[in-house]
Every structure is written in structure tokens, then in C-alpha cells.
């Protein structure tokens, strides 16, 4: 399993708003079945990397298709060959080195 973390900006939109723009992904993601978590400035998803790939062209052309004349997408995906990646393991592993 692999993490994509996702983060859009529209640009050319009479808006300021970015709302509708993560609830069209959110919608989109939840369709499919991706887990994710939402966080102030980009969204996390989890799932297989091929999937992950498909979903950040789909949120990236989503936005072109819904108001926005220019879209500046940045995504990260981490993938790892010796052990499965979720969110909640990522999380919970910083959190118990914390204390």
C-alpha cells in the first residue's frame, strides 16, 4: 500500500474559496473506497500506487472541469517494497516516539 498527498490550486476562479474543489475530491476518493485524512493544506490518501495515480489525474482534471481555467497540482507519493504504509501507522509511529 502506498500514500499520496495531494494539495490543488486553482487559479482564475472568481472565488477564494478552495472548499468545493477538496469536496468534489473527497466525493471522488470516498467513491472509490480510498481511506484518507484531510489536513489544512493537503489531503492524504492511502491505496495501491497504480489507483493513486489514477485518483491524483482524476482530482487534478475534476478541478479543470469545475470552474477552474488553470490548475497548479503538487503531489507526493511515498511506496514502500518491504512493508505496507497506512495513515494511521505513519501517524501513530511518529506519536509513540513523542511519548
Known sequence: MALLEISVAPIGTTQTSMNHFVTDAIRLAEKEGFTYHIGPTSTV????VDELFELARDI???ALKNGSDRVVTNIKIEDREDNALTIDGQVN????SIG
Open 45 to 48: 490518501f492511502e491505496g495501491d
Open 60 to 62: 487534478h482534471t475534476g
Open 93 to 96: 509511529e511518529v506519536k509513540s
